[in-house]
């Protein structure tokens, strides 16, 4: 087998472009390997690649782990990065790795779509940006082309100072969100509502926010209309974890829960 | 002359009442400890099985050569190969060893593998080419029930079966198929003798009755098969049936090698038995005053594909079906059903937690609707020693201080832990004003040691060495502290300060039984003591002295046989104890079924957010029944752990079955309570004599499993005024 | 290829021609079996390392991606001791039933007392979040570290 430990971003991208598999802080790819779905004979780590951990501003490197994330982030990422895994998870894992996984329960993702984040992708052929809704296609797929790494997301420059993060799970640590939420709302009422675990990508509850974002003191009647809006708009299943119709109850109650805290 | 003061027979340091830290503690603490995962041999292979992917389904062909093909392989063993019984099993041996025509649960041992490494024995297991024709798995327990598919049928009938009750309570209740989850995997190593004979090295609770399934499976004379104690990493009833045993015999006696196998946490889902989900209709008759007048029950508990110990289980839940309560007029009907789902067997309660859930549930229900305090009319009804056990009849002639542990727990002062995290945790998914508190009170009864009539005993040998006293026995450490208790009732019996347990093989002594049912400390415990004070009777005698010491043998004061003269005198004692026999029940369930019981209860308190049903348990108080503390410390760690898996059965932990198949063998999926889930216990313990077993000590390890999932549903049900009549409890059984 | 790297303060190499995890390469290759495998998805901590100054899950690393990196497993928190402070505690609480989380639980712990040697529960029982127990209800694990956090 081979696994190359690039130190430079080009030197990382060389061995993608030869077909190397990615490997960051190892919290997906080891499940997979571990469990014998796959068996990476051609690796290239990306641990010690200083420009991936850069976080300059609202652009935070794909090699950023949770951990950092949690004492440096945004508020409602900080709240997220407090609920993944464990503190070995938060560790090792990162932002770019929890995107390239794109699982529909990432902890990660409602922030990134809430507030419209960019994802950056560098191949030898060059950089593009991709917005959340190009970059998630599917449960477990992006548009990350086989010899691109991601490589840092971009948060607009003006985030909502009002923003609110909740996620349920029947345990207090280690597990899988049944349903996560962010909601932000700014001065001028515009209000926007991300979720995790209702579809097969994460998605903006863009109806509710039309509706909530027209108001600016909502009442309780209000409120519940928002509420019973979301629990329309999402697209849960049943699964082992949970049950359709309390993802899509629970969506609209931490709907309005976060909006009332963005409200105070 | 040498003089000190005599001390009081039993009062030894280290011995009984202290507690003094476990032997093996500094070994698991810097990772040395060698537990059957752990094992090497020159010279080792791999095995690895091959598993059926359905849940029912005809072996159409199988093919062993892509698998012979691959490099490094040194056999693959199918069910032909099985030398001797082709089935085994606990109780009836009824389990193929390997899958023959037909497969009957998802996971059933196809073909077993040995090869130079496990990535190749695994590979070489995934390319064995089975075809399968699928058939329709039978799934449901009440199908199988009406179609008489059962292991066993249980009646009881006892007293007027035409009282009437002035207040009636019906209910149907629900509990899930908890798993066992021991963090070791299932492990062993298995080595040929050169002589046709093998020694096994596995993770067990009942060695013997492993060798003797092996023996059997193998076509050995009982001789050629020793079966060795090996560290393992709990247990909890997972390792009471035979998994990979016989599988590593065969491939090493096959290959001439020694073999290793080491479960996956996947496999070890599979592979090993789970604690049988129940369905239960109950009605509860009671007088004005609240006190039982009669009680039915229907319970039905899904036994999977393969006996195991259905049959016991089946027995116990009936039996207990009433809890601990005076009730003179008792009709319970069960059944252990046979289905496709996969196979269960022991869990820590063994069909008395089961039971529980439903009969708690109902007595709060009576208690409403008497509008009585829920503590009131369980001490109106509690059982008492001179009481029958509502059930079988027999008499209860051992402590059973009931009203004790709830007059206890109405007693504890409900303390506010220190950082007790809101329902959702970390989630942030509550605030304060969403959550509503409820408490909630359960009490349970469970027996300890095997009943039914089965020969319950346990051998145990004590050699006096320059070492000290040297316990040597077949029980099975699982983690529960039995060696410290052992060795301090070698120490309390001999009067010495210094003695060890050293673990045998089959070959080297009798059976100490199953590390299981609560029993070891008061069996093996009552085997070592008996050994201990009969060897220092013997040395006594045999010198004429009045006292034995670490320094000797002493006689009026002065040391008359310094202890090196009488180690050299090669002193040992061997003792088989046993429980009071208990008799088969007749067709009613009528007799002297149980040796012994343990009462004790739990107080919940709880944090509920009812509209999104999420649960914080906030603190689980308890009060239990345990004769007499051996090693305080290790009755604590028991009941604090016991709690802990039934506040996992009450809200998080469920195997999910879709058609036979488990949608979440694993720890992402299988939730187990991390530290940041577990509640405050404050535990009181009820010490009187009485039992039989050793300083009047009683099992402690199920009876903190019995209650505690029914007292965090009562609490529930406290906090949102919702019925909740199943275990594990669902956010949406709360919130919609 | 051969991976050289620091494990417990001295020198290791291992050659290393398959995507094993760090986990299995301190079990079959480096004769250490302190660390155990409960689950192989990183969702038990029985396998927690010190990589690189983090605290990790073991079954989560690939070996082969340990090349210079500082490793301390559980046979090496202790030093020159027989036992760190954090085993000795844990040893007079009666905090090891079985032992299988010990290891883990022993690494999580000592990498907390290094960052912050008066942790008060909150900071204990976060620090432990990732590190499951069957037996003991972390009763005893809790009241362990609390003395040695020297508080009530």
Redesign the interface.
């Known amino acids: 087998?081979?696994?190359y430990?690039p130190t430079t971003l080009g030197e990382a991208l060389d061995a993608v472009d030869e077909g190397a598999m990615p490997?960051a802080?190892?919290?997906d790819?080891?499940?997979e390997?571990?469990?014998g779905h796959i068996?990476?004979?051609h690796?290239v780590?990306l641990?010690?690649v200083a420009e991936l951990q850069a976080w300059e501003g609202n652009r935070i490197g794909s090699g950023v782990t949770w951990?950092r994330i949690e004492h440096e982030g945004p508020r409602a990422l900080a709240q997220a990065a407090r609920t993944v895994?464990?503190?070995?998870?938060r560790?090792?894992g990162t932002l770019g790795g929890n995107l390239g996984t794109a699982s529909p329960a990432g902890d990660g993702h409602p922030f990134l779509v809430a507030v419209d984040a960019e994802i950056e992708l560098v191949s030898k052929r060059g950089t593009r940006r991709l917005g959340w809704r190009d970059f998630f296609t599917g449960v477990k797929e992006t548009a990350r082309d086989e010899d691109e790494l991601i490589t840092a997301v971009r948060l607009p420059d003006d985030l909502p100072e009002r923003q609110e993060f909740a996620k349920i799970g029947v345990r207090?640590?280690?597990v899988i969100a049944t349903v996560c939420v962010v909601v932000t709302r700014r001065p001028d009422g515009a209000t926007t509502v991300g979720l995790g675990s209702v579809a097969p990508t994460p998605i903006r509850a863009a109806r509710s926010e039309e509706m909530i974002s027209a108001i600016a003191r909502p009442s309780q009647t209000d409120l519940d209309e928002f509420q019973r809006l979301v629990g329309a708009e999402v697209s849960p299943i049943t699964d082992h974890r949970s049950t359709e119709a309390y993802r899509r109850h629970a969506a609209g109650v931490l709907a309005r829960r976060l909006l009332e805290r963005c409200l105070r | 002359m040498t003089t000190r003061t005599t001390k009081a027979p039993g009062q030894v340091a280290g011995g009984v009442g202290d507690?003094p830290?476990?032997p093996?503690?500094?070994?698991?603490?810097?990772?040395?400890?060698e537990?059957a995962?752990?094992l090497v041999s020159e010279g080792m292979l791999w095995g690895a099985t091959t598993r059926s992917p359905h849940a029912h389904a005809r072996i159409v062909s199988l093919d062993i050569a892509p698998a012979l093909a691959i490099g490094g392989v040194h056999a693959v063993l199918t069910a032909d190969d099985v030398p001797g019984s082709a089935l085994f099993g606990l109780e009836h041996p009824d389990q193929p060893v390997l899958a023959g025509e037909l497969v009957r649960y998802w996971g059933e041992p196809v073909a077993i593998v040995a090869a130079e490494d496990e990535?190749t024995a695994r590979r070489a297991a995934d390319a064995i080419a089975v075809v399968y024709e699928e058939l329709e798995p039978f799934v449901d327990p009440l199908e199988a029930d009406a179609a008489e598919a059962v292991f066993r049928r249980m009646q009881i009938r006892r007293g007027d079966q035409d009282a009437v009750g002035t207040v009636i309570v019906e209910g149907f209740y629900e509990v899930g198929m908890q798993d066992q989850?021991?963090?070791?995997?299932e492990a062993g190593l298995a080595v040929p003798d050169g002589q046709g004979g093998v020694d096994l090295y596995a993770t067990s609770q009942f060695v013997h009755v492993d060798q003797e399934q092996v023996v059997a499976s193998l076509g050995l004379r009982p001789e050629q098969v020793r079966s060795h104690p090996a560290g393992?990493?709990?247990a909890?009833g997972a390792r009471e049936d035979v998994n990979l045993h016989i599988h590593l015999c065969m491939l090493a006696l096959h290959t001439g090698q020694p073999v290793k196998m080491?479960y996956?946490?996947g496999e070890s889902f599979t592979g090993h038995v789970h604690r049988h989900p129940a369905l239960m209709w109950y009605r509860h008759e009671a007088d004005d005053d609240g006190r039982l007048v009669r009680v039915e029950a229907r319970i039905v508990i899904d036994g999977g594909a393969y006996a195991s110990t259905t049959s016991a289980v089946l027995a116990n839940a009936c039996y207990f079906a009433v809890g601990p309560y005076r009730c003179d007029s008792v009709a319970i009907d069960g059944a252990g059903t046979r289905t496709n789902n996969p196979p269960c067997g022991a869990m820590r309660g063994f069909g008395a937690v089961q039971v529980c859930v439903a009969y708690e549930a109902q007595m709060d229900r009576l208690a409403a609707e008497l509008g009585l305090d829920p503590l009131e009319i369980r001490r109106r009804n509690a059982l008492a020693t001179g009481d029958v056990l509502a059930t079988t009849g027999q008499r209860i002639d051992t402590p059973l201080p009931v009203v004790d542990v709830i007059d206890s727990l109405a007693a504890m002062p409900i303390t506010e832990p220190?950082?007790t995290p809101l329902p959702g945790g970390s989630g942030l998914t509550s605030e304060p004003g969403h959550v509503r508190r409820g408490v909630g009170y359960a009490i349970g009864i469970k027996n300890l040691g095997f009943s039914e009539g089965f020969d319950d005993f346990a051998q145990a040998r004590v050699r006096l060495t320059d070492e000290g006293a040297v316990v040597e026995t077949a029980a099975i450490e699982?983690?529960?502290?039995l060696v410290t208790v052992l060795a301090q009732l070698a120490r309390s019996g001999l009067g010495l300060s210094r003695a060890s347990v050293r673990h045998v093989d089959t070959s080297q002594i009798d059976s100490a039984g199953s590390t299981s049912a609560s029993r070891q400390t008061q069996i093996s415990g009552g085997a070592t003591l008996e050994a201990a004070t009969t060897l220092r009777r013997r040395i006594l005698e045999r010198h004429d002295g009045d006292d034995l010491d670490d320094d000797g043998v002493w006689r009026d004061g002065e040391l008359v046989i310094p202890m090196s003269v009488v180690v050299d005198e090669s002193w040992e004692e061997t003792v088989t104890f046993r429980h009071p026999a208990t008799e088969r029940p007749d067709d009613d369930g009528q007799g002297f079924v149980h040796a012994d019981f343990a009462v004790a209860g739990h107080r919940a308190v709880v944090d509920v957010d009812p509209e999104l049903g999420l649960v914080s348990v906030v603190r689980v108080d308890t009060a239990q029944d345990v004769g007499k503390a051996l090693h305080p410390?290790?009755v604590?760690?028991q009941?604090?752990?016991?709690?802990?898996?039934g506040v996992g059965l009450a809200v998080m932990e469920e195997l999910v079955m879709e058609g036979g198949v488990i949608k979440n063998p694993?720890?992402?999926d299988y939730l187990?309570p991390?530290?940041?889930d577990?509640p405050a216990?404050e535990a009181l313990l009820i010490e009187q004599d009485g039992s039989w077993g050793p300083f009047g000590a009683k099992g402690v390890g199920e009876p903190p499993t019995i209650s505690s999932t029914s007292a965090v549903l009562a609490a529930i049900r406290d906090a949102t005024g919702k019925p909740i009549t199943r275990a594990p409890v669902r956010p949406q059984d709360i919130a919609l | 290829?051969i991976v050289t790297f620091t494990l417990n303060g001295e020198s290791a190499n291992a050659r290393?021609?398959?995507?094993l995890?760090l986990l299995d390469l301190l079990?079959d290759e480096l004769g250490?079996?302190?660390?155990?495998?409960?689950?192989?998805?990183?969702?038990?901590?029985?396998c927690?390392v010190i990589?690189d100054g983090?605290?990790?899950?073991s079954?989560?690393?690939?070996a082969?991606?340990v090349?210079?990196s500082e490793v301390t497993?559980?046979?090496g928190v202790?030093g020159d001791d027989?036992?760190n402070g954090v085993?000795q505690a844990?040893?007079?609480?009666?905090a090891?039933?079985?032992?299988?989380?010990?290891?883990g639980i022993?690494v999580?712990a000592t990498d907390l007392f290094a960052r912050n040697p008066r942790p008060?529960?909150?900071e204990i029982?976060?620090?432990?979040?990732?590190?499951?127990?069957?037996?003991?209800?972390?009763?005893?694990?809790?009241r362990a570290l609390e003395g040695l956090a020297g508080r009530p």
């Open positions: 087998m081979e696994v430990h490997l802080g190892g919290t790819l080891m499940v390997t571990n469990s068996r990476p004979e690796v780590g641990r010690r951990r895994g464990s503190p070995q998870i560790n090792a207090n640590a280690m | 507690s830290l476990r093996d503690g500094v070994a698991k603490l810097k990772g040395e400890f537990y995962s752990d990535d989850a021991p963090l070791g995997p393992i990493g709990g909890f080491v996956d946490r220190p950082a699982v983690g529960q502290g410390q290790s604590r760690g009941i604090e752990g016991g709690i802990l898996q694993t720890f992402t187990l991390t530290i940041l577990a216990v | 290829m290393v021609e398959k995507p995890s079990h250490l079996p302190g660390s155990k495998a409960a689950c192989e998805q990183g969702e038990c901590g029985s927690s990589l983090q605290l990790v899950c079954c989560l690393v690939l082969a991606d090349e210079g497993t559980v046979e202790a027989v036992l085993q844990m040893h007079e609480a009666g090891v039933q079985c032992g299988f989380c010990t290891p022993v999580a008060d529960l909150s029982k976060e620090a432990l979040a990732g590190n499951i127990c069957r037996c003991t209800g972390y009763g005893a694990i809790i």
